[in-house]
């Protein structure tokens, strides 16, 4: 019973016609996290002036959370929308913990001052700006090949490698699993782009206040790395021996050659 209140009962659960997933995870806990930045960046100007590192900050996750609602249709293949239930999980993260603990460090801002010059704010930014398009640019590179039509990736005909799986209802189904592009360099390098985002609008705090304004970006890189291996399990038990062979073709997780 409270596990089944913890992780919840529905997949899709509606009310009043909502869908209570969009609602939570795309519409309060994504636009909360938007308002709170821009009313913590607003506080600091009132208080301390403008800051150039305390603009990256937001400029960057203003930027990401865009490229978020440009992606929104995908979102709803990923693990939190076709695995996890509706239960106080997700609810209370997308409610609570995405509003506080992703809007960590802007509020960090409000009374410490960053401590990056004009110089390297810039350098920062180009960085943070790079890792949300590629991250953006790995996502839709699947969503692309996704829709079946004979594409191209980085100049070449885009390759995937078929695999077989068992629907619910007991047929069996055939599917390509993308093996070439950003897919063929790392089986997720969209989270070594997402944690490069994190790390870019967190990074103008300088390093002399400890772990306090990278706190969202130690919670994600713990996130990712338990997500990897949820999804790996996920995949292994839906593709069998067509995971492993994808895994023999993409060995590497986040980082060519390193893990
Ligand atoms: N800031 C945050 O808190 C978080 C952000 N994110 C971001 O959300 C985005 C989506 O992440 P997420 O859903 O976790 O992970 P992925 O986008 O990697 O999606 C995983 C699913 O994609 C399918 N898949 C895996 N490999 C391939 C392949 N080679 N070709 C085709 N399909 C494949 C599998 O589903 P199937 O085979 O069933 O189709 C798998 O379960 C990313 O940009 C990530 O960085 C994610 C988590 C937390
Ligand atoms: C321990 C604890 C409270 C975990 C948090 C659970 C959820 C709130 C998060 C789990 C996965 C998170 C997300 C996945 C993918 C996303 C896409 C990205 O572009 C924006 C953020 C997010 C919607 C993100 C939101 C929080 C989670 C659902």
Same mark, same amino acid.
């Given at each position: 019973?409270?596990?089944?209140? !913890? ?37 600091? %100007?009132?208080? +301390? ?10 400029? $960057?996750?203003?930027?990401?959370? %865009?490229?978020?609602?440009? =992606?929104?249709?995908? !979102? #709803?293949?990923?693990?939190? /929308?076709?695995?996890? @239930?509706?239960? !106080? ?42 890792? /949300? !398009? #590629? ?16 594409? +191209?990736? =980085?100049? +070449?005909?885009?390759?995937?490698? +078929? ?11 055939? @599917? ?5 592009? =950003?897919?063929? $360099? ?8 997402? $944690? ?14 400890? /772990? ?26 839906? %593709? ?12 590497? @997780? ?6």
């Amino acid at each position: 019973m409270f596990h089944e209140f !913890y992780r919840g009962m529905e997949l899709h659960p509606r009310l009043l016609g909502v869908d209570v997933k969009q609602l939570t995870n795309c519409r309060m806990g994504m636009i909360m996290w938007q308002l709170l930045i821009l009313i913590y960046f607003g506080a600091s %100007y009132q208080l +301390k002036g403008f800051d150039p590192g305390h603009l990256v900050n937001v400029t $960057l996750q203003t930027l990401y959370i %865009y490229k978020f609602y440009r =992606w929104e249709t995908g !979102y #709803f293949n990923t693990l939190d /929308i076709t695995l996890d @239930r509706a239960g !106080y999980y997700l609810c209370w993260g997308c409610l609570v913990w995405v509003p506080s603990l992703y809007t960590f460090h802007s509020y960090f801002f409000v009374y410490h001052q960053p401590q990056s010059s004009i110089a390297s704010a810039l350098v920062i930014f180009s960085l943070g700006i790079a890792m /949300i !398009y #590629f991250n953006y640019d790995v996502d839709r590179q699947k969503e692309l090949f996704s829709t079946g039509r004979p594409i +191209k990736m =980085w100049g +070449k005909k885009a390759e995937g490698l +078929k695999v077989t799986y068992t629907t619910s209802t007991g047929d069996k189904k055939t @599917r390509q699993l993308l093996v070439s592009g =950003w897919w063929g $360099l790392a089986r997720k390098i969209n989270y070594s782009f997402e $944690l490069g985002a994190a790390l870019a609008w967190s990074i103008p705090a300088g390093f002399n206040y400890g /772990i306090w304004p990278f706190i969202y970006f130690l919670f994600l890189l713990v996130l990712l790395i338990h997500r990897i291996f949820r999804d790996e399990e996920k995949c292994k038990n839906k %593709y069998g021996n067509g995971w492993v062979q994808y895994c023999k073709k993409v060995p590497y @997780r986040l980082i060519p050659h390193v893990f």
